[in-house]
């Protein structure tokens, strides 16, 4: 009878324990929105053609990249819309051919990087053009890199990363290219296999970037790697080489966006194909915690912890999320 008692006793305590203690200690994560910018009818200022970035200032104002208006529009932290800005189509000044990346700095500067004309086209807090940075290598991205300078994403002279100060003069490269699988090596030759097409920065001096054949991301502080993360997940497809029946071929690149607020780094894929699923993973010190299936793309993240993501189900919109867990 006692052992009978002893069982039925060590079953209870085990099922507590599984309830209190789940047996694989992943934590339940959840994304709780708060806030969304953007509508199909109505005031002309929330509605977008197609969105392409997401910025913050120091105080927390919303720009959103319209590339089909071709105008960035600011909005205050409750998203009630300020003012915008609007960018021409050329090669002129203050003009934009291909719009690839925009950036914003803490006091209000618009920076756009244009990929076709190679150029980050700068304008004041009030809209008006300053200057022109042109650069003499292929960039394929730009970020902030600290409050008065930008990191260029770009293999040029073994380095992958570029510094320009806000008058566009080149204050260091750092940053060495991955190496190409053999699967690829008779293209290693091509820059665009040993480097990501993105990358992403804390603005403040770390700039986080994905191994492009391989779930692996590199933490870079300061001109030097301090740190690695190694991810699980089906989403994440490596770079590839597609062939057509005339001989010529195309490269297809992982998309992913990384975002990192104090001990935890947010990590967004886009899915591969028209009907496939966006996933967000998040990491905590280092650990993969959990994953979910996500309806847009994760731009970045306030100084509250809270995620800014394009959705673009029925219209495209700004959705700012908290994450719950």
């Known amino acids: 009878m006692k052992d009978k008692q002893a069982v039925l006793l060590s079953v209870c305590l085990l099922l507590f324990t599984a309830f209190i203690f789940p047996a694989d200690q992943e934590k339940k994560i959840r994304l709780i929105s708060d806030l969304s910018i953007g509508a199909d009818a109505g005031d002309e200022n929330y509605i977008f053609g197609g969105i392409q970035d997401v910025a913050l200032d120091s105080e927390e104002n919303i720009y959103i990249f319209d590339w089909r208006n071709r105008q960035v529009r600011k909005f ?158 089906e989403a994440f497809r490596p770079t590839s080489v597609t062939k057509s029946n005339v001989g010529s071929f195309g490269v297809v690149f992982p998309y992913l966006q990384i975002i990192e607020y104090q001990d935890i780094l947010f990590v967004c894929i886009r899915g591969f194909g028209r009907d496939a699923d966006n996933s967000l993973d998040v990491f905590e010190n280092g650990d993969q915690i959990g994953t979910l299936k996500v309806n847009g793309i994760l731009y970045v993240a306030d100084a509250q912890g809270r995620l800014y993501f394009v959705e673009e189900e029925d219209f495209p919109r700004v959705v700012r999320y908290r994450l719950e867990k």
Do not use: W
Not at 143 to 158: E, Q
């Open 76 to 233: 205050d932290p409750q998203g009630t819309f300020l003012s915008s800005l609007t960018v021409e189509e050329g090669q002129g000044p203050g003009e934009v051919s291909m719009p690839s990346a925009t950036v914003v700095t803490p006091s209000g500067e618009i920076l756009i990087f244009d990929s076709g004309a190679q150029r980050i086209q700068m304008f004041d807090s009030k809209g008006e053009f300053r200057k022109s940075l042109k650069f003499e290598f292929q960039a394929t991205h730009a970020v902030l890199y600290d409050s008065n300078t930008i990191a260029v994403l770009g293999l040029s002279n073994g380095k992958l990363f570029h510094i320009y100060d806000l008058e566009g003069r080149i204050l260091e490269s750092f940053g060495q290219p991955f190496d190409v699988p053999s699967k690829l090596s008779q293209y290693k030759d091509m820059p665009i296999m040993r480097a990501p097409m993105r990358c992403n920065s804390s603005n403040e001096g770390r700039i986080l970037l994905t191994n492009p054949h391989r779930y692996e991301i590199s933490v870079l502080q300061d001109g030097q790697q301090v740190g690695s993360i190694k991810g699980k997940n």
